[in-house]
């Protein structure tokens, strides 16, 4: 008789990996697409101690689910040295400042004031819409800030979206709803990110199957099956409950039998694109091996961070790594270009802003993420409950499920796994 697992885990990013952490002791199985676990949170080490993020990095000190665990696994946080507010950018001249100014007072206003996140006038409405015939420079602004910090436009974001996202409250979209916080500010993890998701995996004990695609998920009898492909070629696996955690078209494209509710609700959910190309250069007197080796497109922008997002330390002394990414508006415009010519591009726009740094660049590395961040679009609270739903012994996480960060994420993998706990 073929094996029967207690819970087959779909998906070995932050939040299936918390599923499986605290479900550690249960016979388990996950299953990831991708050759390495830890979706997003992926990161190399190199041999002189630095790291590199693809992605995921940031943990501010409103993340407290992540620092949590993060003290659990025994594993070591240290001050970024940069927050979120670098990515806004420049509010321009005086003039410009003051109008920018008087449409977040009347944000902050908005936040002030605590309603049902499905509100029609909160969820109902974009930021595009909100601002209406505000100044160019404004819708600019807010144009840039939920780029950088949601991976959408204005016209893709609601305003709840905005508030939930805005300052340092980020957890709630309402100021006059108190948010727990870490008194460590805002830190990244040492090692890279990865190490929070290779801790999750290696202390949960269950097996881990990376570089299978689920292709199909399916009731049989009491249980589920789960057929996947791989290197092996396909395999069905079989278990009492499921947890999925892929991202929301693909659980909608493999999920059989998915009532109509759940299928408009993950239908819902669209995901803003990344193209990271992380920047590592070596200490200072190091000559690096790494020049622009293809064409890369004129007027294409391949970074906009504005590298404010690093490693700690003194790079300019020590070495390290800037993170180098482009979000979706720009991702679009180069994403079936080949590797060289992005990363070409994303040197290029380096070593405009470092030249004194140019010549220490020793790596460059690459990532498409098609699945980067999910977005707050109208409408999207409304389908709130639809989205957190199980279906007999079917449960659900992912950074769309709560909220779009690493916090939120593992959240909803707590959730999902004290949900299988009170079903077993």
Known sequence: MDRLYDVAILGAGVAGLTT????????????????????????????????????????????????????????ALVPSGYHSDELRGNRGSAAEQAEIDRWVAR??????NPRPPSAPELDGISVAAWLGDAPEHVHAFFERWCGQLIFASTIETSLFGLMLLWGDQ????FTAEPVP???RGDTV?????????????????????????????????EGWAVISRGPAGERTIRARQVVCALPAPVALAVIEGLPPAKVLALGAIRYGRNVATPIAVLPAGGRGTVAPSAPSRPGAVYNTNGFVLKTPGDIARDG???HSYVHDVHARVIWDDNVESIQSGALRAFAAQFPELAGRV???????????????????QALQDDLEASLEGLHFCGDY???ANMDGAARSGEAAAAKVLASL
């Open 107 to 112: 944000l902050e206003a908005e936040m002030a």
């Open 189 to 221: 993890f040492a090692g890279g990110t990865n190490t929070f998701t290779d801790a999750l995996a290696k202390a949960s004990g269950a097996e881990l199957r990376s570089g299978e695609s689920v292709t199909r998920v399916l009731r049989e009898g």
């Open 170 to 173: 980020r957890t709630s979209a």
């Open 362 to 380: 020793h790596w460059i590395g690459f990532q498409r993420w098609e699945h980067a961040l999910a977005q707050y679009r109208p409408g999207r």
């Open 20 to 75: 499986a952490y605290r479900l550690r002791g249960r016979d388990i199985v996950v299953v990831e697409a991708a050759g390495h676990i830890g979706g997003r949170t992926l990161s190399k080490r190199f041999d002189d101690g630095s790291w590199a993020n693809y992605a995921a990095q940031y943990v501010s000190s409103d993340k407290v689910k992540v620092i949590e665990l993060a003290d659990e696994l025994g594993l």
């Open 401 to 403: 499920v709560i909220t």
């Open 320 to 322: 390290g790594c800037y």
């Open 181 to 183: 916080r870490s008194n």
